[in-house]
């Protein structure tokens, strides 16, 4: 844990922010007495996503007609072509 003075947080900030980068946690005095801490955020977590939940997949496709080869092919070629 490190210590600095309000003048030195006026003053210096970058190099504090780069300790509290660094993970370290500062002690921030006025006239010898502590009167804030500074403490680097904690790591966020990642979000999870629970895909086997969602709309898509619990979507019922029993009654759906699947595309022949030469229909999706007729579609990818109409499309590619404008391009």
């Keep these: ?3 600095a003075t309000v003048r030195d947080l006026r003053n210096r900030y ?3 922010l ?3 980068g660094a993970g370290e ?3 921030i005095t006025q006239r010898g007495k502590p009167i804030a801490r500074l403490i ?3 790591p966020a977590s990642p ?3 629970d ?3 969602s709309p898509e997949v619990l979507r019922d496709r029993s009654g759906e007609t699947m595309l022949t080869a030469q229909e ?4 990818l070629a109409e499309a590619s072509g404008k391009w």
Excluded: F, H, Y
Aim: glycine share 0%; aromatic share 8%; net charge negative.
């Design 47 to 49: 979000a999870t996503v």
């Design 40 to 42: 680097p955020e904690p």
């Design 51 to 53: 895909w086997s939940q």
């Design 14 to 16: 970058t190099s504090l």
């Design 72 to 75: 999706s092919a007729a579609i």
């Design 25 to 27: 946690e500062i002690i």
């Design 18 to 20: 780069s300790w509290i």
């Design 1 to 3: 844990m490190k210590t």
